[in-house]
Each structure stands twice: as structure tokens, then as C-alpha cells.
């Protein structure tokens, strides 16, 4: 019998949501294959027209203006994708002021705007995005097939242009080793599951993106609502899990939970990897009612901090590694106690 | 700069001392060449004699009455050899009401003599044998060659048949990787080093035992002085590793001692060797100032309780190997945290 009150909210097992639109503009060569000044020249066009937005102020980065520090921490908030770090000649980006749409330039296609909200927020992430793409389309001629639909750089991406991702907390599912059945039935259904980074990373801290694969013969709103149903499946057999983990296994769960909690508020230095894996045990716990909950405490919020750029941007000073897992130490035992 | 404040006292470093005499007696084969008759026999004859003793009550026990767990219980709290333990058919002891001095019967030779003493006593603990040796000798004759000594069933033992022993705990020679240094040192002074349960074991939580190996053709009183002389250097050792680990090793050794803190404080289950090596490190922590002193707290105490037998005879309760690791848990965070 699962223990209903221990089952976790939607709101503790669905970190964010993110929509991400391809676009490419007709006239223009595919932006592997432009010049610098061909593609500076698109990514001014583009940030002109987004200075007329009335909705959102935008900040403008060139990907060369930043060091590797400010380019990480983008890439670790998930801002800008680890391509476009590494689009050291010609990407640059836009950034909304309320830091939830991001424009990239000149990465794979030469626009991509994603859109990411907290929690699982399909339809308003999607909304957001879509103003952007109209405001845009507006002004630009995009590539577009009257059968196939957007045309983008990878063909993965043809059609729709939309990669819809939901970033999820699975723990139980991994803790029973559950994981790989849940990639094969998501594979079926044209999902896939990916690492906390995306495309070919491994999971951390038992957090995982489910998105959609296809773009190509289906209708934006059927991509979203597909997608919608399997999260809210995904959500029941985690706490399907965690039921059973309560029940089946409680001392053990107990235990793992417990001993994650004693290792990470007590230690001097902390690696990243080892931190997130005990801070996903703890998320569990509260959820579970294990361990209590600590009023007003983040743990989504404290993860994306405590990565190894994020930490350093954080508290403002630049360190090495053992300096960083000293640091990250320090601010994690402060968090999680409330000391001062 | 060794911080000297922060260094081990010798109380903290030494458990315990233990002084065995090995003695036969004339007109009796050897304890292996005894049929049980004759064994018994003679264990009457010296349950006898220890009865008339006026400084000490002895309690006798035969090792065929005694059950596994009652066995074990002797064994952990060194009371008795794991090879007496063996004697299923004539082995049998007298133990001390103090429970400081026992007489083993019919183990490898007819009687050895043991007492224990809390610190570092190797001359109290060697008069308050030999006054129980002296007593005996009153009554009986001992097996006694003018030239070699004491004879005795194993060669090594002939002469004093004394074996000084003294348990250490040597956290930061361990931590340093120094003990092999350590054993080659001693052996060449005629001395051993072993671990928690004697001969052939290993050490468990940085507990060490070092003793004599040589008792033939050198005084008793000789034996003593060198042994003590050797584990002063010992201390001192131990200490300057201590002092190095805290100026050198500041941040690493601070975070090992609160890690075991965190983590045994924080479970639901322990295994006893896992135990043993976080309450090392604590009692390590709190000679070193990491941690703070938990008032009337007996760390020596407590990893004798927690052995897998004891802590069945703790309680009160026969438990199976993951009962055990559950109640040893709740027993050392209520020890640690003094929660009622």
C-alpha cells in the first residue's frame, strides 16, 4: 500500500521546462558555412530588430567578448548550449531581462530561441517562445517548406523547429534501477532521455530531460500535449517507486538518505558529482518525509549554484579546484544549517 | 610546528595492557596429548586451589557449556583466546570478579594467566598476575627447567613464558601509511605488532596490539622496561604524525573526521568494521580538537560494545547480521548524541 502523503508533488519531481524553436532566415548560407562577417553582419540584423520588442529588453553577448568562466555559467544555467560556447568566432546571443528567453545566434541554425520556465509549464513556455518566433517572423523571411515545414541545419530539426525538454528529479526510478526501462518505453513513444546537460551527458543527481525527438509530420500543439501525458505518466511511475521504496525498503532508503544528509553537512571540501548525488538523496527525503523539510530552502536553486562555474560567478571569486570544493562545502553546509 | 595542545595524550592513544603467563604442570602431558578426563581433572584440581584464594573470586566456566554467543562475547572482550573459544571438549577458564584476571585452562598449555588493565600498567598488571602465578605455585609444580625457564607447549613461549601486550590506537601513523615502517622497526626489537584480535588478524579502527616476542633468556622486569620504553617512542611517533596531519593535512584531516562524524551520526544500519573506522576518526577528531568532546563519553567502551557479539549481549536480544547493523546504529547515535 503506498503511503500517500510521501509521495512527491508534481512541483518536486518537475524541475523546468524548456521550448527551444530552430529558425533560419532565406538568403542565407547555413551557418557552418558563412564567413564571420556574413554572420556578424545576420546576428546585428537580428538584434536591431529585437531592440523594437516592446515586451522584453534583451542583452546582447558575443561569444568572444566572454572568458571561459562567464561562457560556463551560461552553459551551466542552461542559458546558451554548450555549441554555442564553442562558437568562438561568430555566436553570440540575446538574453531577456527576466533571464527566460535566450536567442542564439549563429550556433547550428542561425536562430534559436528558447524559452525555459520552472516547474512543468508546456503550454506557457511554448507561448513565450512563439511571441518571440512571431515578433521575429515578422520581420525576417524564415525557411520554410510548404510540406516539410522550418528548414534547419540537422534534419533531425525539420518541420516544427521545436525541441520541447522537461527537466525532471527521477531518484526512485533510478534508485530500482528502473532507468533503462524507462528510456526504452520513452524511445517508442519518439522520446528520449538525456543527462543533466543534454545531448550524450550523463545523468547527475538522478536528474534527467525527457523531449521529443520528431519535429517532422506533427503539429506543435500535438508535440506539446503528447509530451504533457507521458510527463504526467513518467511522474506516476516515480512515485510508484518511491512507494515502493518506503515500503518495501524503508530502512534502506532510510539509511541512504540519512547518510547523504550526515556526509553533506559535515566536510571540508565537496566535489560537484558527490554533492548533487547527496542533494538528490535529501530532495527524495523531504519528499518522503525522512528527513525535514528546511523552510525556504531551494535544493533545484542550490544545484544549479553549486556547479563548478555557477559557484565561482556566485561568490564572486575565481578558484581552482580544491578552492571550489572547499567553497562549494561552505556554502552548501550554510544553506542546508542556515547558519550565518 | 607541531600544535602541542592539540596532540594525544597518553590516555588517549593507549586502550589497554595485557599481561599472559604460560605455565605447565609436572606429571601431566601436554594439554593436546590430554584425554578429556585428565583435562578435567587437572581443572578441578586448580578450580580448587583458586578457591582458597582470599584476594579474588573467580568464576569458572567450561567452554562446552557456553553457547556460540557466549563464547564470542569472551572472546571480544579478549577475556578469553579464540582458541580456547576452539577447546570444545576440555577448555575452560577462571575468571576474576573485576573481571581483570583469567585463568585459562587446558588452551595450549595446562594454565596461562591473563590480566587486563584499562591504560598503560605493564608493571600493575604484571604484579597482579604473578601474585595469582605465585598463588598457584603454592600448590602446584610447575613445569620449570634451571637453564631455559618455564617450559612451555610452543617453543616461543619457553622462559618467562611472558607476553606483555599493549593495544594502541594509531590513527595518524595509519592515515600516513607509516605502520609498515612501524612493524619493521619493532621487529627488530624483538617486538610484534598485530591487530585488534591477536595473531594473524587485522587491524581494525587504527587499533594495534605490540608486544614481546622473545621470553627466553631475559628477565621479566627486562621485558617490561623495553616494551615500555617502546611504546613511549610509539606515542611520540603517533604524535608527530598527529602534528603533521594537522599543520600539513589541515582541510583533508578535518574533512575525513567529519565525514565519519556526519555519517555515523546519520544511518539507519552499520556494519562493525565500518563503525570501527568512523569512531576512530572521532576519537582521533576529539584528541585533535575537530570535533568536540561529547562529556563521559568512552570511545573505548563503545567499540567493545558494538563488536558483533557483544552488542547482542548489550541488549539483551539474539539478532541476525542486519538486526545487529540496525541496533548497532540506534546504539551508537544514542551513545554519540547522548539522546535518551
Redesign the interface.
Known amino acids: 500500500m503506498p503511503n500517500m502523503e510521501s509521495l512527491g508533488k508534481l512541483e518536486d519531481i518537475v524541475i523546468s521546462t524548456r521550448i527551444r524553436l530552430a529558425r533560419n532566415i532565406v538568403g542565407h548560407k547555413m551557418p557552418e558555412y558563412m564567413n564571420i562577417k556574413e554572420a556578424n553582419d545576420l546576428s546585428k540584423e537580428i538584434v536591431n530588430i529585437m531592440k523594437m520588442s516592446k515586451d522584453d529588453e534583451y542583452e546582447y553577448y558575443k561569444i568572444r567578448d566572454l572568458d571561459d568562466l562567464e561562457k560556463t555559467c551560461f552553459v551551466e544555467e542552461h542559458l546558451i548550449s554548450p555549441k554555442l560556447y564553442g562558437s568562438i568566432l561568430s555566436g553570440a546571443f540575446l538574453l531577456s531581462k527576466n533571464r527566460r528567453t535566450t536567442i542564439l545566434l549563429n550556433e547550428e541554425d542561425h536562430l534559436r530561441i528558447q524559452t525555459i520556465y520552472k516547474g512543468l509549464n508546456l503550454k506557457q513556455a511554448y507561448a513565450e517562445a512563439s511571441k518571440t518566433d512571431d515578433f521575429l517572423e515578422e520581420q525576417l523571411e524564415y525557411s520554410f517548406h510548404e510540406k516539410f515545414g522550418y528548414i534547419t541545419s540537422c534534419p533531425t530539426n525539420i518541420g516544427t523547429g521545436l525541441r520541447a525538454s522537461v527537466m525532471l528529479h527521477l531518484p526512485a526510478i533510478s534508485i530500482t534501477n528502473n532507468i533503462e526501462e524507462l528510456v526504452n518505453i520513452l524511445r517508442k513513444l519518439g522520446l528520449t532521455l538525456r543527462g543533466m546537460y543534454g545531448e550524450g551527458t550523463q545523468s547527475i543527481g538522478a536528474i534527467y530531460q525527457i523531449s521529443n525527438q520528431k519535429t517532422l509530420g506533427i503539429r506543435e500543439e500535438d508535440i506539446l500535449d503528447r509530451l504533457n501525458k507521458v510527463i504526467a505518466q513518467v511522474i506516476d511511475r516515480e512515485n510508484e517507486m518511491r512507494a515502493f521504496l518506503l515500503n518495501e525498503r524503508k ?2 532508503i ?2 541512504k538518505i ?2 547523504s ?9 565537496i566535489g560537484f558529482n558527490e554533492a548533487m548525488n547527496y542533494l538528490s538523496d535529501i530532495k527524495l527525503g523531504m519528499g518522503l518525509g525522512v528527513i525535514d523539510q528546511v523552510d525556504g530552502l531551494d535544493i533545484n536553486k542550490l544545484m544549479l549554484e553549486i556547479q563548478p562555474a555557477k559557484i565561482q560567478c556566485k561568490l564572486g571569486v575565481r578558484m581552482d579546484k580544491r578552492a571550489r570544493e ?1 567553497a562549494r ?1 561552505e556554502y552548501i553546509i550554510k544553506t542546508l544549517t542556515k547558519e550565518e
Chains 1, 2 share one sequence.
Do not use: A, F
Open positions: 530502512i534502506d532510510e539509511d540519512l547518510r544528509y550526515g556526509l553533506i553537512t559535515n566536510n571540508k571540501k572547499i562545502s
